[in-house]
Every structure is written in C-alpha cells, then in structure tokens.
Nanobody
C-alpha cells in the first residue's frame, strides 16, 4: 500500500523559512509526478508546486513563485518543499501527493492525484 508521510511543519515567524519533506513507500518513486498542495481553514485545497519524473520540470502557484522550491531525491524516495520568506497567508496544512504511475502530464488539479499524505501543519505568525 502506497504511503506518503510529510514532516517538517511547525511555527515560524513571518520572513522565516521551513523545509518540508515527504517520504514515500511502496511506490516506484522515480516514475511518479509529485506535488505539494495546501489547505487553510475554511478554504479549498490548493496547488502549491509540482515536479515531474521526466526531466524534473517544476511548476508553481503564482502566490509562492520565487519563494518556494520543490525538489526530489529519488534515491531517498523523498520530495521536498523549501519555503522561504514565509507570510501569514502561507499558514495551512501542507499535503504531498503523487499522480498515477508513469503520468506524462503534470497537474495542478487535486483530482489528478491518486495518493496523498496525512498533511503537516505550517503556521506563520506576523
């Protein structure tokens, strides 16, 4: 059974940084497109960043472009999200997600992802 486990969340002041990690098991990791989404209280889950398995192409939501960086280490079955210059609006539960095996098209749509982690809380104080 595929498992995605996030870690690295916490409380940070505005302007600070955090690095989230997501470890995958029971997954041919290097054949999956991966992404980070987030969900704030009372809001829908929204796309943050994605990285493909072919070419490691990355894409970002406009709200995080230039501040967040997604990366992956296939040897460790882990995807990362480096978050810099954090703002109170970044406060949310952050989820990692994986598309279907061998997907050739990256996506920013929740329903295109088959596997999800349990989430990790990120709180940015002003």
């Amino acid at each position: 059974q595929v498992q995605l486990v996030e870690s690295g969340g916490g409380l940070v002041q505005a302007g600070g940084s955090l690095r989230l990690s997501c470890a995958a098991s029971e997954l041919t990791f290097d054949r999956y497109n991966l992404a980070w989404f987030r969900q704030a209280p009372g809001k829908e889950r929204e796309f943050v960043a994605a990285i493909t398995w072919i070419g490691r192409y990355t894409s970002y939501a406009d709200s995080v472009k230039g501040r967040f960086t997604i990366s992956r280490d296939n040897a460790k079955n882990t995807v990362y999200l480096q978050m810099n210059s954090l703002k109170p609006d970044d406060t949310a539960v952050y989820y990692c997600a994986a598309q279907g095996y061998g997907s050739t098209r990256s996506s920013a749509t929740v329903s295109d992802y088959n596997y999800w982690g349990q989430g990790t809380q990120v709180t940015v104080s002003s």
